[in-house]
């Protein structure tokens, strides 16, 4: 299979590294961050950008929502010779004193999604890998900014995120909820490359602020602009790698 039936990108099209958002809106964001970017393809969720920053080429995708859907651009990326894969996301948070706008980079995620089933069993672990977990916490150093490090949950189901399973992840030490981080983490592992994720916090579950619950945008105003910052923390770990 030459072009990717989702996708619509064939080998050599596309760079080593990518940025995965989950909102195609957040493609046109990252690019505004780089000194020149092209579309390469446009189809359902997924908006596909190659673009330059400070010297690094380097090619953007979002997921969509939820690991379906990022399994399957992480499926069809790596078809086309990608390497890594770094999620840049918005969040959850799962513990008090984890404020919307503060980021999260995952050592990894807890397996509460279906996608990852049908490729292995569920004791496997969903984890980054190292240099891309390190690249991304020495770009937030190096842009002076504090993220929150720590292991996550990546759920199927956004409005069955009852109070018993906040209280488990909660429990569970883990830091924040979201929808794509395990299967990008977990099919990167298994074909031998490398992923990473950098989330926004936009709700905390513990403190009952979780997102869409007191403003009518979708991201509280404080998410969306810290969510510039996330972004140029991917974008210079992304040139380091």
């Not at 064939?10 to 579309?39: M, Q």
């Not at 596909?48 to 920053?53: D, K």
């Not at 619950?213 to 972004?231: G, H, M, Q, S, Y």
Request: net charge negative; glycine share 8%.
């Amino acid at each position: 299979m030459a072009k990717q039936p989702h996708l619509l990108v064939e080998p050599g099209d596309l760079n080593d590294v990518a940025l995965l958002p989950g909102d195609p809106g957040r493609v046109d964001r990252i690019a505004g961050h780089c000194a020149d970017h092209e579309v390469v393809a446009e189809n359902r969720e997924y908006k596909v950008v190659n673009a330059t920053y400070e010297g690094t080429d380097l090619t953007i995708c979002s997921t969509g929502i939820g690991s379906p859907s990022a399994a399957i651009a992480v499926e069809e990326l790596a078809a086309v010779g990608v390497e890594t894969f770094l999620r840049v996301g918005t969040t959850g948070a799962l513990q008090s004193g984890i404020e919307i706008g503060d980021m999260v980079v995952a050592t990894g995620a807890a397996k509460d999604e279906g996608t990852t089933d049908r490729y292995e069993a569920t004791e496997v672990p969903a984890v980054p890998d190292y240099d891309a977990l390190s690249a991304l916490v020495d770009a937030a150093e190096a842009n002076d900014e504090d993220v929150h490090v720590g292991p996550i949950a990546t759920d199927d189901a956004f409005y069955a995120e009852t109070d018993a399973y906040v209280e488990q992840w909660e429990a569970a030490g883990l830091l924040a909820v979201e929808m794509e981080a395990a299967a990008i983490f977990s099919l990167a592992r298994r074909k031998g490359l490398a992923a990473g994720a950098i989330c926004t916090v936009d709700g905390n579950l513990v403190e009952g602020t979780q997102k869409g619950a007191t403003d009518d945008d979708e991201l509280p105003e404080k998410a969306k602009n810290n969510v510039e910052r996330a972004i140029e923390i991917s974008l210079t770990a992304a040139a380091s790698l």
